[in-house]
């Protein structure tokens, strides 16, 4: 089966399309990070989320390179990172981010946090992104980790509505109001730790999403693993998903879930897992004192 033929494409609120399904490097080492994305694009994979702050862009970029797969194929998605914001900051972060990808163009560049307590500073940021996409530096830009409440602020202060809002979404924590307000405004969806990985490393005793036995029922009624039913949850309902490993048979399985379709009372009964409970940090609480790290220069 070519399951390329039957994924259907999310078009951004500007009219680029990518794939539903992408492909995470957080916390992939660099020197892992080639093969990893080589992999992936063996595998289908045609969407490559990175960020400034991961350390490892200029590894996604070889990784392309060295694929037969050509670059205006992939889509390419980084983000900035808050120690870079302010207009001309988030300007020569965009000259990084191309520099060690090395590619003239992002498909994607997203604000990786949003800095409430230099909320200015985003804003500036933010501008500089609008200036890239008038210029057709970039095709699309958006925000990432924005809670509803600075996501209203901010949606008045800008020119151009974010075309995603990438944030932390799986069935324990679902950020339901947060998804409501992207669908008012056009506003894609997009999930990091989209199958609960971020459940799993807490270390404290938390239920694993992996463990769930609605997940295992269904996984079982479709011969599926749980993660197949989170992202074929995800897709079903419109957003986009970025799984991440490192491992070859992972990086497949993630892959393949185009062949199945979950049911009305199958995606009710994973919409009722919500615990309401994030796994990573409150975005809020990121400043620059706290979360500040220079990045380097190409």
Same mark, same amino acid.
């Given at each position: 089966?070519?399951?390329?033929?039957?994924?259907?494409?999310?078009?951004?609120?500007?009219?680029?399309?990518?794939?539903?399904?992408?492909?995470?490097?957080?916390?992939?080492?660099?020197?892992?990070?080639?093969?990893?994305?080589?992999?992936?694009?063996?595998?289908?994979?045609?969407?490559?989320?990175?960020?400034?702050?991961?350390?490892?862009?200029?590894?996604?970029?070889?990784?392309?390179?060295?694929? &037969?797969?050509?670059?205006?194929?992939?889509?390419?998605?980084?983000?900035?990172?808050?120690?870079?914001?302010?207009?001309?900051?988030?300007?020569?972060?965009?000259?990084?981010?191309?520099?060690?990808?090395?590619?003239?163009?992002?498909?994607?560049?997203?604000?990786?946090?949003?800095?409430?307590?230099?909320? &200015?500073?985003?804003?500036?940021?933010?501008?500089?992104?609008?200036?890239?996409?008038?210029?057709?530096?970039?095709?699309?830009?958006?925000?990432?980790?924005?809670?509803?409440?600075?996501?209203?602020?901010?949606?008045?202060?800008?020119?151009?509505?974010?075309?995603?809002?990438?944030?932390?979404?799986?069935?324990?924590?679902?950020?339901?109001?947060?998804?409501?307000?992207?669908?008012?405004?056009?506003?894609?969806?997009?999930?990091?730790?989209?199958?609960?990985?971020?459940?799993?490393?807490?270390?404290?005793?938390?239920?694993?999403?992996? &463990?769930?036995?609605?997940?295992?029922?269904?996984?079982?009624?479709?011969?599926?693993?749980?993660?197949?039913?989170?992202?074929?949850?995800?897709?079903?309902?419109?957003?986009?998903?970025?799984?991440?490993?490192?491992?070859?048979?992972?990086?497949?399985?993630?892959?393949?879930?185009? &062949?199945?379709?979950?049911?009305?009372?199958?995606?009710?009964?994973?919409?009722?897992?919500?615990?309401?409970?994030?796994?990573?940090?409150?975005?809020?609480?990121?400043?620059?004192?706290?979360?500040?790290?220079?990045?380097?220069?190409?």
């Amino acid at each position: 089966m070519n399951t390329m033929s039957t994924m259907k494409k999310i078009t951004l609120n500007n009219g680029v399309e990518l794939p539903p399904i992408g492909f995470g490097v957080f916390q992939t080492p660099p020197e892992v990070t080639t093969e990893a994305v080589e992999a992936a694009l063996r595998t289908g994979y045609r969407h490559i989320d990175t960020a400034a702050a991961y350390g490892n862009e200029r590894e996604v970029g070889e990784a392309v390179r060295r694929s &037969d797969v050509p670059r205006e194929e992939v889509f390419i998605e980084t983000k900035v990172w808050l120690s870079d914001y302010g207009f001309d900051a988030t300007l020569h972060a965009f000259e990084k981010a191309t520099a060690k990808l090395g590619f003239a163009t992002i498909d994607l560049l997203l604000l990786h946090q949003p800095l409430t307590t230099r909320f &200015d500073l985003t804003l500036e940021a933010y501008r500089a992104l609008e200036q890239l996409l008038a210029q057709g530096k970039v095709r699309a830009i958006g925000v990432s980790n924005f809670m509803p409440e600075v996501l209203r602020d901010f949606l008045t202060k800008v020119k151009v509505v974010p075309a995603v809002n990438q944030v932390e979404l799986h069935p324990f924590f679902q950020q339901k109001e947060l998804q409501q307000l992207h669908k008012k405004h056009g506003i894609l969806t997009q999930a990091w730790s989209p199958i609960g990985g971020i459940t799993s490393y807490r270390g404290d005793g938390s239920k694993r999403t992996f &463990d769930d036995p609605t997940l295992l029922r269904i996984a079982q009624a479709h011969g599926k693993s749980v993660a197949q039913v989170m992202l074929r949850w995800h897709v079903q309902q419109g957003r986009s998903a970025i799984p991440k490993s490192v491992k070859p048979a992972r990086i497949a399985e993630n892959f393949d879930v185009f &062949d199945f379709a979950l049911s009305t009372d199958e995606l009710a009964a994973i919409d009722a897992l919500d615990t309401g409970v994030r796994g990573g940090p409150e975005p809020a609480t990121l400043t620059l004192e706290s979360a500040g790290f220079k990045i380097p220069e190409a």
